[in-house]
């Protein structure tokens, strides 16, 4: 049997140092880390972005399938995709977490590892935090900060009409992903001598368990001089993500069917469940890829990049939000994407 360690055994100020202990720093604007009443950072005449996530347990992970070492990386990268939206370098993160008695020390040193994991991956300092206890579940809150070289900073509300839409990677994956998982738990719980059979599936499976953030991206538009004039992180699903920079911007939009970037793996594994690839891209939510408008002008330099596909372009409000199918059609693009309010 495996050790278990309770929380009590240390207390708060023990564990947080049990945590902690091996920090090392960085960045160099990271001026003070953990161990005092606040952390410090100096971004050198830079300019600060600052964002915040939350995840709770049931309602945006499922422990059932949810190794907490992917947890606590997945925790670090949704938070630094969204400094990434902003055409921002994330450099620190504060994470704070609420647990249960059910929880040992043993599972929240394999939630840190894949914190560390992360941060290490992407270059980002741990500087803070806070433990507490929870009544039941886990909860994770996570703050992000970058830095931008002052006014490059992009908001989703400047597009502008005749900008090509941009997206990078695929999508829709991590939404089948979960939709492996969940029917997997579901035989699980009738028979649990009944083994999971994901066998084929670890493509769609990891975009849900370990997704990346998309700071290769950001350098490529950096190094080759281009600057979006509208971005967003995909978290919610692209008709959500693009409606949002629609209505921000005050345009509308046509999208191409056949452009959407879509895997093999993804394609191969909706059919298993009969649905339309092209609906789970559009509605699947937590793919964490960067969609983005830019000048017609730029489109030549994007050609070298073949992690960007360029999906459509920016109209005036009047023409709708609409999307071109295989067939020719035109349709109304709908936000269904994921909604953390919704009656669960």
């Given at each position: ?77 949704v ?60 909860i ?55 083994q ?32 979006p ?8 699903g ?16 046509r999208?191409?069917e ?8 993804m ?41 960007i ?36």
């Open positions: 049997m495996s050790e278990r360690t309770e929380i009590n055994d240390l207390g708060e100020f023990g564990l947080i140092d049990h945590l902690t202990k091996n920090i090392e720093l960085q960045n160099v604007s990271s001026l003070l880390g953990v161990g005092d009443d606040a952390a410090v950072i100096d971004h050198f005449g830079k300019q600060t972005v600052v964002s915040t996530d939350m995840l709770v347990e049931g309602v945006h992970f499922d422990l059932a399938y949810t190794p907490l070492k992917h947890l606590g990386y997945k925790s670090v990268i938070n630094l995709s969204d400094i990434y939206a902003m055409n921002a370098t994330p450099t620190q993160i504060t994470m704070s977490i609420a647990f249960s008695n059910r929880f040992p020390i043993e599972a929240l040193e394999e939630f840190y590892e894949g914190v560390y994991a992360a941060c290490e991956k992407y270059g980002v300092d741990l500087i803070g935090g806070d433990t507490c206890t929870s009544q039941k579940g886990f994770i809150s996570v703050t992000a900060i970058g830095e931008v070289t002052p006014d490059t900073y992009v908001k989703r509300s400047t597009a502008q009409k005749g900008d090509l839409i941009c997206c990078s990677g695929d999508l829709g994956a991590a939404y089948v992903g979960l939709l492996f998982l969940e029917r997997e738990k579901g035989i699980y719980l009738e028979n649990p001598k009944i999971p059979d994901l066998e084929g599936e670890s493509y769609v499976i990891g975009r849900l368990l370990k997704p990346e953030a998309r700071k290769e991206t950001i350098e490529f538009l950096a190094e080759n001089n281009i600057r004039t509208a971005m967003m992180d995909i978290s919610d692209l008709s959500s993500e693009i409606l949002h920079i629609c209505q921000d911007s005050n345009l509308g939009c999208l191409y056949e452009k959407i970037p879509i895997a093999e793996e394609k191969r594994a909706a059919f298993k469940f009969e649905i339309d690839p092209t609906a789970c891209a559009l509605s699947g939510g937590e793919d964490y890829e960067l969609l983005f408008t830019l000048s017609q002008s730029d489109y030549e330099k994007l050609v070298l990049n073949e992690q596909s360029v999906i459509g372009y920016m109209t005036e409000a009047s023409e709708g939000t609409k999307i071109i199918t295989k067939g020719g059609g035109l349709h109304d693009i709908t936000a269904q994407g994921w909604n953390a309010f919704k009656n669960t």
